[in-house]
Each structure stands twice: as structure tokens, then as C-alpha cells.
Nanobody, 123 residues
Framework: VQLQASGGGLVQPGGSLRLSCAAS????????MRWYRQAPGKQRELVAT???????GYVDSVKGRFTISVDNAKNTVYLQMNTLKSEDTAIYYC??????????????????WGQGTLVTVSS
């Protein structure tokens, strides 16, 4: 299963961006979907999570500003980012785990990472 992340770019403080992460392959179901980010010189941190049941979780620094959602029909997870701040500047990575058809009969679990999309918040 492959993930294709998109939607990053340059935005002014206070602006908005929406990131997308599309999963492709013989997907049976998505279990949990996450967005991480890694700022220059810092460790990668978990930003937001959404489960197949629709439960969501956010790191404190983005609560009230970011919203994670999923379109199960499109196997795509989104991260709507509003009121962006300079400290949100980072490479954003999606991470998805679920189940897929490894052949015509067998179902196996997978965990995949997207390639990362750069978000720069600057005036």
C-alpha cells in the first residue's frame, strides 16, 4: 500500500492549508491514520490521529486549529490547518495502518508512510 501526500506550501501566519494523503493498493480497510511533523532540528512529533471509529486526538499545540478527517470511499485522510503559526513550519508526514489483500485470497496488515509535504508559515 502506497501513500501520496500533498497540499503543503508557503502560507502567511494566520492562513490555512489542507493536507491530503491518499492510500492506493488493494485496501480492505483503514485502521488508524495519523499526521506527524518534523521541524528543522527537532524530532518527529505526532500531530493528529483518527481511528476507523472516528475518534480523533491532537497534540496540545494544534488543538482548536487543526482538524483531521477521512474519506473512506477515497481512502484519503486530510489535515485541515487553520490559524497557522510560524512554529507549525515543518515537513508533514502521513502514516496509515490497516488491512489489504496480499493476493486474491489472503488479507494482511500494513503500515505505510507518505513521502512528506513541506509546510512553511512565514510572512
Amino acid at each position: 500500500v502506497q501513500l501520496q501526500a500533498s497540499g503543503g506550501g508557503l502560507v502567511q501566519p494566520g492562513g490555512s492549508l489542507r493536507l491530503s494523503c491518499a492510500a492506493s493498493g488493494s485496501i480492505v480497510s483503514l485502521n488508524a491514520m495519523r499526521w506527524y511533523r518534523q521541524a528543522p532540528g527537532k524530532q518527529r512529533e505526532l500531530v493528529a490521529t483518527i481511528t476507523s471509529a472516528g475518534s480523533t486526538g491532537y497534540v496540545d499545540s494544534v488543538k482548536g486549529r487543526f482538524t483531521i478527517s477521512v474519506d473512506n470511499a477515497k481512502n484519503t485522510v486530510y489535515l485541515q490547518m487553520n490559524t497557522l503559526k510560524s512554529e507549525d513550519t515543518a515537513i508533514y508526514y502521513c502514516n496509515v495502518d490497516g488491512r489489504y489483500y496480499s493476493d486474491s485470497v489472503h488479507v494482511e496488515t500494513f503500515g505505510s508512510w507518505g513521502q512528506g509535504t513541506l509546510v512553511t508559515v512565514s510572512s
